[in-house]
């Protein structure tokens, strides 16, 4: 028989330390991964910048400024003959416009017709005025129709019509001094017309025909 083999032990390898490898019979936990702190995050409003000024040219300052419209020319229609057929001669002329100036009086409406004697606005007419006999007298409104009604009632005058800025320019007139002889008979059913029965119907601040 083979004698046993003796044994020898060597000494044992020196043991890891304690931290390098786990110990028997003790649980074994894995640490989760550390947390990185979360990034801190400012939120800032949005700075809103004031309204750029914006140059204007002159074109454009001046579209800011409120329109001024001008005043436009009014135009003015007229009837002419001379003033003993407008003031001493006619038959119902007085009485028209003595009507047509109470009517507007009842319904408050502002006054649109004229007598003038001696208008200074037929110096525009050189063709009319030369076929008058002076004084002259005229019948002036603004109403076109009423003007075409009278033209048809006194049949023997002369009709036109102009512009003018203003009615004191429309209806300025030279002063004249008025003289009508009486007739030495007066055959008409109707009195005749008292001397100065016109200027009611003569512009403000007016008398005889004089401005």
């Given at each position: 028989?083979?004698?046993?083999?003796?044994?020898?032990?060597r000494p044992c390898a020196t043991l890891a330390?304690?931290?390098?490898?786990?110990?028997?019979?003790?649980?074994?936990?894995?640490?989760?991964?550390?947390?990185?702190?979360?990034?801190?995050?400012?939120?800032?409003?949005?700075?809103?910048?004031?309204?750029?000024?914006?140059?204007?040219?002159?074109?454009?300052?001046?579209?800011?400024?409120?329109?001024?419209?001008?005043?436009?020319?009014?135009?003015?229609?007229?009837?002419?003959?001379?003033?003993?057929?407008?003031?001493?001669?006619?038959?119902?002329?007085?009485?028209?416009?003595?009507?047509?100036?109470?009517?507007?009086?009842?319904?408050?409406?502002?006054?649109?017709?004229w007598l003038v004697v001696e208008p200074k606005?037929?110096?525009?007419?050189?063709?009319?005025?030369?076929?008058?006999?002076?004084?002259?007298?005229?019948?002036?409104?603004?109403?076109?129709?009423?003007?075409?009604?009278?033209?048809?009632?006194?049949?023997?005058?002369?009709?036109?019509?102009?512009?003018?800025?203003?009615?004191?320019?429309?209806?300025?007139?030279?002063?004249?001094?008025?003289?009508?002889?009486?007739?030495?008979?007066?055959?008409?059913?109707?009195?005749?017309?008292?001397?100065?029965?016109?200027?009611?119907?003569?512009?403000?601040?007016?008398?005889?025909?004089?401005?």
């Amino acid at each position: 028989m083979v004698d046993p083999a003796t044994l020898s032990l060597r000494p044992c390898a020196t043991l890891a330390p304690s931290w390098a490898a786990p110990l028997r019979g003790s649980a074994w936990f894995a640490l989760p991964p550390l947390a990185q702190p979360p990034l801190a995050v400012s939120y800032q409003p949005r700075r809103r910048l004031p309204p750029r000024a914006v140059a204007l040219d002159s074109d454009q300052k001046g579209s800011q400024e409120p329109l001024v419209q001008e005043a436009k020319p009014k135009r003015y229609c007229f009837l002419v003959a001379n003033a003993k057929f407008m003031l001493d001669e006619e038959e119902h002329f007085q009485e028209q416009l003595a009507e047509k100036l109470r009517n507007y009086g009842e319904h408050d409406k502002e006054r649109d017709f004229w007598l003038v004697v001696e208008p200074k606005f037929l110096d525009r007419f050189p063709n009319i005025t030369k076929r008058l006999n002076r004084p002259a007298a005229a019948l002036v409104s603004t109403d076109v129709n009423w003007i075409t009604f009278m033209k048809l009632r006194l049949d023997r005058v002369l009709a036109d019509q102009f512009e003018a800025e203003t009615l004191e320019e429309a209806l300025s007139s030279n002063p004249v001094d008025l003289k009508f002889e009486k007739p030495e008979k007066w055959t008409a059913p109707y009195p005749k017309y008292e001397y100065g029965w016109w200027e009611p119907f003569l512009p403000a601040k007016s008398s005889n025909g004089t401005a």
